[in-house]
């Protein structure tokens, strides 16, 4: 992908786990690397927080932003619903 202007993380669980470590350093240091950033998860670990299912995460996903894929609960209805 050539002209990346920003990075949706994507992950299984909102905070425990490596993946979701991995996705939330990525997601606090990429802006001050001028990249913006963006956290979904699929599994909320706090009672205001909104989850995002797995054949969700790509939704409304911009030509110019790249969707890291740490972890799913469904990888085969995630990667059946990205967009073409």
Excluded: C, I, N, Y
């Amino acid at each position: 992908m050539k002209d990346v202007r920003a990075v949706r993380q994507h992950t299984a669980l909102q905070r425990r786990g490596g993946a979701a470590r991995v996705a939330r350093l990525l997601h606090e240091r990429l802006p001050g690397l001028g990249l913006p950033s963006e956290l979904g998860f699929e599994t909320a670990e706090e009672p205001e927080a909104l989850a995002t299912p797995a054949r969700e995460a790509g939704r409304d996903l911009s030509g110019h932003t790249l969707l890291h894929l740490h972890a799913t609960l469904d990888w085969t209805a995630l990667l059946a619903a990205l967009p073409a």
